[in-house]
């Protein structure tokens, strides 16, 4: 297994995002630095996954669970299917020792029309489109409580997303440890704010406000069960789950990566299944099934029923778990799109390192700034959660691929092949019944991804360019300037 391509040029020591000491001694390798410890690093996943979704998710849980009892089981069967694919990625993370996460493994082991459509799906939408909603979200908590009569202006919205996106941005270009401080910070900030619930949750249950977790009372159902929808409620928490595997996209930053890895992930999923199960038990106690699925801010009616003057520690609550999981999704995602370009999949300008900046940020904050421009972005959501969800499963049957291709890799990192196979037996009862419950979403999400074929083969497949086409594409070399590095792949 390769590591790719070497980067060209002689770097300097004095840039956070990159280093002139090399892997190997004397070859003058220009590579990211590893500055990521472990705090860091279970900053990194908790700061991604505790986002907008335990804030959003509850809802939509619920009301495809159709009772309380069942829509806590699916948050904690969630929680430790996720904690069984966050180790599948771990072994992958550590035998192919790249940033870019899953489409890295994808393009390895199955070669480059899947990974570059796992890439081409997240650049194209997914990764831009998330973070616009996420920073929409920390905008509209924050106008919030200064429009308490109507909805903030959608001008003000876009405009305060934007300044959080720029912002942030800024802070990921300057410094990975600022970016990683930033992180670590409004991750403690988002974890206060969800252990206020919970402990309001307990008080409300030694009150004895705890109707809806009698065994009783919780399986009592608002509409009948239907395997679709029960299928629908695992994707909706799976969503809160989003980002467990975004570690993976710093790997190569990661110090200790054999160690750190695995021990971040042991340490950090447990964590917010803890939080996310008594998170919601902590919404029952206070509100009904029936209050709950009326409400579009659940943490919000929550803190009005609860807190009374305070409530408005709730939409800062979300304002700065929010923030932060901009930042992480900013942090990790670019990461994603250097990869890209540095094997050849996405233009080569944004594999540059700069002494103060890595491009692929840059290109990452624009087109995520255009999607502010878009109207329907949780159509787009839904369209590319199928297929996103999808790449998790591809990326696991890799593992189980690699084991029987090169059974004598040396990976640092060896899981049992039963929990490959237990996850991928969830997702496909997941994507299937998902595909039956909802398939017109499913359906444009897959013509989206495949909008990308045409695209590889024409880009990337395609050798004998005419040079009218190589020079348009290399245009950015204009940009390069004496203190800035790029892979040629």
Same mark, same amino acid.
């Given at each position: ?78 929680? %430790? ?41 997240? %650049? ?32 003000? /919205? ?12 800024? %802070? ?18 988002? /974890? ?53 595997? #975004? ?118 904050? $624009? ?13 787009? @959501? ?11 499963? %591809? ?8 084991? $029987?291709?090169?059974?004598? /890799? ?19 009862? /997941?994507?299937? #019944? ?13 013509? @989206? ?41």
């Amino acid at each position: 297994m390769t590591d790719g391509p070497r980067l060209r040029g002689n770097a300097s020591a004095d840039g956070d995002t990159l280093s002139s000491e090399s892997t190997e001694e004397g070859s003058g390798r220009v590579a990211l630095k590893k500055e990521i410890g472990l705090v860091s690093a279970c900053g990194i996943i908790v700061g991604n996954i505790i986002g907008s979704g335990i804030f959003v998710s509850p809802k939509g849980v619920l009301e495809n669970a159709s009772s309380v009892g069942l829509a806590l089981i699916v948050w904690i069967v969630t929680g %430790v299917i996720t904690a069984i694919g966050a180790l599948c990625y771990a072994e992958l993370g550590v035998t192919i020792p790249k940033s870019g996460g899953d489409y890295s493994y994808v393009k390895d082991i199955f070669g480059g029309l899947a990974g570059f459509l796992r890439l081409w799906i997240a %650049v194209l939408v997914i990764y831009p489109t998330n973070q616009a909603v996420i920073a929409l979200t920390f905008s509209n908590y924050v106008l919030q409580p200064l429009f308490p009569s109507c909805f903030p202006p959608e001008n003000g /919205l876009r405009l305060l997303a934007a300044v959080c996106l720029l912002l942030l941005t800024w %802070v990921n270009c300057s410094s990975v440890r600022w970016a990683t401080r930033v992180q670590d910070v409004f991750t403690t900030g988002k /974890l206060l704010a969800l252990g206020l619930i919970i402990i309001m949750g307990f008080v409300q249950i030694c009150k004895g406000e705890y109707y809806w977790l009698e065994p009783a009372h919780a399986f009592e159902t608002f509409q009948p069960y239907d395997i679709g929808q029960i299928a629908l409620s695992f994707l909706q928490g799976s969503f809160a789950y989003g980002g467990w595997n #975004f570690l993976n996209y710093v790997t190569e930053e990661l110090v200790d990566p054999y160690k750190n890895l695995p021990r971040a992930i042991f340490i950090s999923i447990p964590l917010v299944t803890f939080v996310y199960v008594f998170a919601n038990i902590a919404y029952v106690t206070a509100m009904s099934p029936q209050e709950l699925l009326a409400s579009n801010a659940v943490a919000v009616t929550f803190g009005e029923k609860l807190l009374g003057v305070m409530s408005w520690i709730m939409p800062i609550s979300v304002a700065l778990s929010t923030f932060g999981g901009v930042n992480g999704s900013l942090f990790t995602s670019s990461r994603l799109f250097f990869a890209g370009a540095r094997e050849g999949h996405l233009p080569r300008l944004l594999a540059m390192i700069h002494v103060k900046r890595l491009v692929s940020r840059v290109f990452n904050c $624009i087109s995520t700034l255009l999607m502010l421009c878009t109207s329907d972005m949780y159509t787009l @959501i839904n369209y590319v959660g199928f297929i996103n969800y999808l790449f998790y499963g %591809v990326t696991v049957a890799g593992q189980i691929v690699l084991r $029987i291709k090169q059974p004598d /890799l040396y990976r640092p990192i060896k899981v049992s092949l039963v929990w490959p196979v237990i996850y991928l037996l969830f997702w496909a009862f /997941l994507l299937l #019944f998902s595909l039956y419950s909802e398939p017109v979403v499913c359906g444009l999400g897959m013509a @989206i991804m495949l909008t990308g074929v045409p695209v590889y083969f024409l880009g990337v497949f395609w050798d004998n360019k005419p040079q009218c086409f190589n020079t348009f594409i290399g245009m950015e070399t204009i940009f390069t300037s004496d203190d800035a590095h790029y892979y040629d792949p």
